[in-house]
């Protein structure tokens, strides 16, 4: 975050780091994802624009509907950057809890489940589909992985 930010001007809005470089999953091609808290669009804008709106294939659009983050795409230090700047904090928004619960799934399951889900992505998986699948979660893999934020460590142990 440092080298899009040195000045820090985005630490208002709690830009956190998340995804697989995070986690140590990142592959070729892996984007960088940061969520930032941003309830009013307009001033996370005036913060944003003229810090990253010169940077290659950047380009930026808000949702429609009730909920309307707004999603910047851009190139940055050798990586694909998407800023996803949102109205809830951070902490509730679903790239930073999947973020969470990745990290403390290969906390316990440590080096032996980062290969499994690493050999998973080398065949083309998103990372939470290859979470489900290494862990045989049912279902859709975003909300299966997200039912385990109720786990306690014994729990993600033993489904680990």
Not at 11 to 21: E, H, K, L, M, N
Request: glycine share 10%; with cysteine; aromatic share 10%.
């Amino acid at each position: 975050m440092r080298h899009l930010d040195p000045a820090r001007r985005l630490d208002p809005f709690d830009p956190r780091v998340a995804g697989t470089p995070a986690l140590g999953l990142d592959l070729p091609g892996s984007d960088l994802d940061i969520p930032c808290h941003a309830p009013d669009p307009n001033a996370f804008l005036a913060v944003f624009w003229p810090l990253c709106c010169g940077w290659p294939g950047f380009a930026l659009w808000q949702w429609r509907g009730a909920y309307r983050p707004l999603v910047a795409r851009f190139q940055a230090g050798g990586w694909e950057v998407v800023i996803f700047a949102a109205g809830e904090p951070v902490e509730q928004q679903m790239a930073w809890r999947h973020a969470r619960i990745e990290a403390g799934l290969l906390r316990i399951g440590g080096t032996a489940l980062r290969d499994r889900v690493r050999d998973r992505r080398r065949q083309g998986m998103k990372t939470e589909p290859a979470f489900a699948a290494v862990l045989g979660l049912e279902g859709d893999p975003y909300r299966a992985q997200l039912a385990c934020e109720a786990f306690d460590d014994d729990a993600l142990r033993r489904l680990v």
